[in-house]
């Protein structure tokens, strides 16, 4: 099963406000991921963190890999229409872990 | 196309029957890895290629599944004797070389829809 808490589950947010999500683990990994999943697709990689402390950005995504190495979150600022679908965590050391997801809904 | 494609994209089949699922990966990956994603979860990690060769099977349920990429390029998830449990997501993606903490990306299929009744 997975080893990974993903919250919160479900957000409902207004267009132009700022999201935070994060993920937590009771194992350690070497790399943090982050993807997003539209309806009918395969999940596409968003942010991918190697180091412990590590914060990266892609355009208004920012994600941080948690000092621990046990977490990481990330934040979507000034969210837009686009943005809906479900956002997963993935933590990979021997293979892949994924999160259960937080699935985002922007309103207009 | 130039992404993975995976084939069917929905497959409904009987309990008790066996299925095949296709991958067919980004030319060149040599890495190749199956997920079964059920509603509402993450992608569930199965069985990871290198190869020809699957270098990590942890994943497989149980002796019903089962994969082949006999020429390291497109791999078939066999599952037999089909339960009304399996139905599910199963994603496939690819990379060029294996994950194992490096700076690779991997990339994603859309997914076989399977639904056993």
């Not at chain 1, 991921?33 to 950005?57: C, F, H, M, N």
């Not at chain 2, 993606?93 to 990339?107: F, K, M, N």
């Amino acid at each position: 099963g997975q080893q990974l808490n993903q919250s919160p589950q479900s957000m409902f947010i207004q267009e132009g406000e700022d999201v935070s999500m994060n993920c937590t683990s009771s194992s350690i990994f070497n790399t943090w991921l982050w993807y997003k999943q539209d309806p009918g697709e395969g999940p596409v990689l968003l942010i991918a963190l190697y180091k412990a402390g590590e914060l990266t950005s892609n355009g208004r995504l920012t994600a941080q890999f948690g000092i621990t190495r046990k977490d990481s979150f990330l934040n979507i600022s000034a969210s837009i229409p686009s943005d809906v679908g479900i956002y997963f965590c993935a933590g990979l050391d021997n293979d892949m872990r994924f999160g259960a997801g937080t699935r985002l809904t922007v309103k207009p | 196309g130039a992404g993975v494609s995976q084939t069917p994209s929905n497959k409904v089949t009987e309990k008790g029957k066996y299925v095949e699922l296709r991958c067919d990966p980004i030319s060149g990956h040599t890495a190749l890895y199956w997920y079964r994603q059920s509603l509402g979860q993450g992608p569930e990690f199965l069985i990871y290629f290198q190869g020809t060769g699957a270098a990590d099977d942890s994943g497989l349920p149980n002796d019903r599944f089962f994969a082949v990429r006999p020429e390291g390029s497109v791999s078939t998830l066999k599952i037999q004797r089909t339960e009304r449990g399996d139905s599910a997501v199963y994603l496939c993606a690819s990379s060029l070389i294996p994950l194992a903490g490096g700076q690779e990306t991997q990339y994603f299929g859309p997914g076989t829809r399977l639904l056993v009744l």
